[in-house]
């Protein structure tokens, strides 16, 4: 799973997994939104990798 702060950057991975015959499930969250999304994800998967590419937050991972 991959967190992006813009939609370019969102969109330019969207084409590169599709390119790679994968299927993404993407959506589009507000920042307090995406809080209780991740600690939902978190609770219900419990080995789900979160990689957050957002400006400041590069590397962050859980």
């Avoid at 702060?5 to 084409?15: E, F, K, S």
């Avoid at 993407?26 to 991740?38: G, N, P």
């Amino acid at each position: 799973m991959a967190l992006f702060d813009n939609r370019d950057a969102a969109d330019i991975m969207l084409v590169t997994m599709v390119g790679a015959n994968l299927d993404p499930v993407t959506a589009c969250l507000s920042a307090a939104r995406w809080v209780e999304v991740r600690a939902g994800l978190l609770a219900d998967e419990p080995g789900v990798t979160i990689t957050d590419t957002r400006t400041g937050r590069a590397g962050s991972t859980r």
